[in-house]
């Protein structure tokens, strides 16, 4: 299990004070556009919440 998930989404309301790390409880990856990844670049984060809305 990672313990330390590290992600420069600061626009995410997760993200830790805008420091690269997600304070989420748990988080969800996803094949990009619903498709088998087949590089890091295809995966998306399905926890993202956006920030300051
Ligand atoms: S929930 Fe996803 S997008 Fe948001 S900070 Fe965590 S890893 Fe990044």
Redesign the pocket.
């Known amino acids: 299990m990672a313990q330390d ?1 590290l ?1 420069e ?1 600061s626009s ?1 309301v ?2 830790i004070n805008k420091e690269n790390r ?1 304070g ?1 409880t748990q ?1 969800y990856v996803v094949n990009h556009k619903e498709k088998d990844a087949h590089s890091s670049a295809e995966t998306d ?1 399905k ?3 956006p920030a300051g809305l």
């Open positions: 998930v992600c989404v995410c997760h993200n997600c989420a988080i984060c926890t993202f919440e």
